[in-house]
């Protein structure tokens, strides 16, 4: 990487702050429009050396020296940061990064993060081996790039990132996805503003962290009103309404007051069958981490011009040079030697990407008006189901005289079966467990399953009887009964050839438990969050010797966990919980809490440790007072040789099933737990849902001797009623 030599582009002017500005705006839209920033946050800048990153970083700079009290999204501006990425694949790499640090902070005086890639330390590539034997090298690179950015983001409580792509990488983009024969859909090109997919994993940067704010003492996003605002709120309400009419309508609402609680416990006396205890709340994640690219509308020369204005060097990568080392460096040789037709020249693509931009968002307002359509009976986020009515399309009859009767129909149909699909993929959203949704064109079948009326009637298989589907990981199960035909959307049984998902947590080290009795062992800190079957955020903090595993609830753990708990009126709740929120296949797909190790004695208060080492020598149980000389002789190493025999005969026991509530008894002592749903789709259940999104709520857990903000509604209610299954 080498300083570029400076090239005057006489056509080209450079960007003013004004424009910078416009653009930002434009781009960074609010995400959270009800709440106001509480306080100035840090926006971090993906700097690259190249001439359009170094052109990002004067605008920045212009930005903050020029404008006071500038809003990016949700939050005003404290100061840029500038994360430059050293990928440490060739020699002179550090030198490079640091080369661009020292031209940045000459020129606007921030102070870069250099971030370095360590493929052997961070384990990306195994021991002896060279990054550059991967096949995949180059998205390897990007994909540990975009996390360590992502880590040092959340590091320094950083929510908003800006990327240096323009018009230029647009038009190869889109050229690149033209040569490979994508859709309309797939030629958009970059959008102007997304998440970080390649920090899916990554609590607090992809789609995350929202509660987490919410449960500081001084959160960020505020979602509570001020006094004045109160003030003017009431005031308007009362403007023009006279005082005595007020308060003699809350006298006769008083005296007319009835208790109507009862009629929900007549509601299941009626019916004869026993009440089913709800399931707890569980909450639901948002936030993260936003990437936004306010250089989408501005060309490469107008970015060189701007570095060249304000005396901003930049460094060239070689090997951008080379058309054979990736797909966008022989687009972009082939546009740079050859002079192409005008349809594939730089005007006519990006007006092609505009056209299929707009074509896109038409049809995902469309179908956001035919949202009506679904009508979610129940989603029940602990369980990971929804259940929906799909309401069937009307078309209009045609006239007999008119000129679209039978190929109108038919176009209309197909329409409206495209939309149909983009409804179906906004709908697996709420259950998917995988990170990429199906494309349109894969959701052909399960179009004719779910609408049958938008089925070409001249196919002779056109009646398609509902039977269940599993697609992305979703399970479609119809229901019958007396009402309106149903579908239940649930988690698909896991193959038997694939690989469970599990997250393994730390238990407690041995030497935090060596010399102690159990009694005295201390709680580890609180473990990271980590992603369960892509569905749940949990974390643990455990004073058990054993690593805790979450894993799904198997089969064969449901009986001894039902005797273990402490009575009847327990084992009687289980089952109809069991029975009600997850019937069938459903069970076997909520997360459970594993020990490989069978903690009874633990858990009922008493020892831990064996009280013999061999067949023969008999040792002491151990107490407060050990003597030195009997730990030194029979303590560490036999009770390290006692621990590694028994966790390795790998016997699991399901201590608890947190969505439920359930756990054995005694195990509050030794483990506790957090889980939070992932983020779903806000308006499909603020459209779908009944009660237009008051009773799904983000609850934040409260924090002993902290301020807690309050509850804020986000989803809509629930309706529960149970749903037999067809073929059951």
């Keep these: 990487m080498n300083a570029s030599t400076q090239i005057l582009h006489r056509g080209a002017r450079a960007i003013s702050a004004n424009e910078f500005y416009d653009a930002l705006r434009a781009t960074c839209v609010p995400r959270y429009p009800w709440t106001r920033g509480t306080s100035d946050r840090g926006v971090g800048v993906a700097v690259s050396g190249g001439v359009d990153s170094m052109a990002l970083m004067i605008l920045c700079h212009q930005l903050q020296r020029g404008y006071q009290g500038v809003k990016i999204a949700d939050n005003g501006i404290s100061r840029f940061y500038p994360f430059i990425v050293d990928h440490n694949l060739r020699n002179g790499s550090s030198e490079e990064a640091a080369a661009v640090d020292a031209a940045i902070r000459r020129k606007t005086r921030f102070t870069a993060r250099i971030l370095k890639i360590q493929w052997r330390k961070d384990n990306i590539v195994a021991p002896g081996q060279s990054p550059y034997d991967l096949p995949n090298i180059e998205a390897l690179a990007r994909q540990q790039r975009y996390r360590k950015i992502g880590a040092a983001c959340e590091k320094m409580q950083i929510a908003t990132l800006l990327l240096a792509h323009h018009e230029d990488d647009q038009y190869e983009t889109v050229l690149m996805k033209l040569l490979g024969g994508h859709g309309y859909r797939g030629l958009g090109g970059i959008r102007p503003s997304n998440n970080i997919p390649e920090c899916y994993d990554m609590h607090t940067v992809y789609q995350s962290g929202f509660i987490d704010d919410q449960s500081r003492r001084s959160p960020f996003w505020n979602t509570t009103p001020r006094t004045s605002q109160h003030r003017e709120v009431k005031e308007a309400l009362l403007e023009g309404v006279k005082r005595q009419d007020i308060q003699r309508e809350l006298e006769r609402g008083v005296r007319a007051n009835v208790d109507f609680d009862f009629l929900e416990d007549y509601e299941g006396i009626a019916r004869g069958t026993r009440r089913v205890p709800p399931v707890t709340p569980m909450p639901i994640e948002d936030g993260g981490i936003m990437i936004y690219r306010p250089l989408l509308q501005f060309s490469k020369d107008r970015l060189i011009a701007t570095c060249l204005e304000n005396d901003m060097?930049?460094?060239?990568?070689?090997?951008?040079?080379?058309?054979?080392?990736?797909?966008?460096?022989?687009?972009?040789?082939?546009?740079?030697?050859?002079?192409?037709?005008?349809?594939?020249?730089?005007?006519?693509?990006?007006?092609?990407?505009?056209?299929?931009r707009a074509r896109v968002a038409r049809e995902e307002a469309e179908a956001d008006r035919l949202l009506s359509h679904f009508w979610i009976r129940d989603f029940e986020p602990a369980v990971g189901t929804s259940v929906v009515q799909i309401r069937p399309f009307v078309f209009p009859r045609p006239t007999r005289h008119s000129l679209l009767s039978a190929a109108g129909q038919r176009r209309r149909r197909e329409h409206y079966r495209h939309i149909a699909a983009l409804l179906m993929r906004r709908l697996l959203t709420l259950v998917v467990p995988e990170r990429e949704l199906p494309l349109v064109s894969q959701l052909d079948y399960l179009v004719s399953l779910l609408f049958p009326n938008l089925q070409d009637p001249r196919r002779p298989q056109a009646a398609i009887p509902p039977k269940a589907y599993t697609i992305c990981g979703v399970l479609f199960t119809p229901l019958v009964g007396p009402y309106p035909f149903r579908w239940l959307l649930s988690r698909a049984p896991y193959p038997s050839n694939q690989p469970r998902p599990a997250a393994v947590f730390y238990g407690l080290t041995f030497r935090k438990r060596y010399n102690k009795h159990p009694k005295d062992w201390k709680f580890n800190p609180w473990d990271e969050w980590k992603l369960y079957d892509g569905r749940y955020w949990i974390r643990l903090r455990v004073r058990i010797p054993c690593k805790p595993l979450v894993a799904p609830f198997e089969p064969e753990h449901l009986k001894p966990f039902r005797e273990s708990l402490k009575d009847d009126n327990q084992r009687a709740k289980l089952s109809l919980m069991l029975k009600r929120y997850a019937p069938a296949k459903v069970r076997w797909t909520l997360p459970a809490i594993?020990?490989?190790?069978?903690?009874?004695?633990?858990?009922?208060?008493?020892?831990?440790?064996?009280?013999?080492?061999?067949?023969?020598?008999?040792?002491?149980?151990?107490?407060?007072?050990?003597?030195?000389?009997?730990?030194?002789?029979?303590?560490?190493?036999?009770?390290?040789?006692?621990?590694?025999?028994?966790?390795?005969?790998?016997?699991?026991?399901?201590l608890a099933l947190p969505t439920l509530g359930f756990q054995v008894p005694g195990l509050e002592k030794w483990l506790e737990w957090e889980i939070r749903y992932r983020k779903v789709d806000e308006e499909i259940l603020r459209a779908c849902l009944p009660g237009g999104g008051e009773g799904v709520r983000v609850r934040v857990p409260r924090t002993p001797g902290r301020r807690v903000a309050k509850t804020r509604h986000r989803h809509g209610g629930l309706t529960r009623r149970r749903l037999p299954i067809a073929g059951r």
């Design 313 to 356: 060097p930049w460094f060239e990568d070689h090997t951008n040079a080379d058309p054979t080392y990736t797909t966008r460096n022989a687009v972009r040789y082939m546009v740079k030697h050859h002079q192409l037709p005008v349809a594939l020249q730089k005007p006519a693509i990006l007006r092609l990407s505009e056209r299929c």
């Design 594 to 654: 594993y020990a490989s190790y069978d903690l009874g004695g633990l858990l009922e208060g008493g020892d831990y440790w064996p009280t013999h080492h061999g067949p023969e020598e008999a040792l002491p149980a151990l107490g407060q007072g050990v003597h030195a000389d009997f730990m030194g002789q029979f303590g560490q190493q036999a009770r390290l040789q006692w621990e590694d025999g028994v966790l390795a005969e790998g016997n699991m026991r399901l």
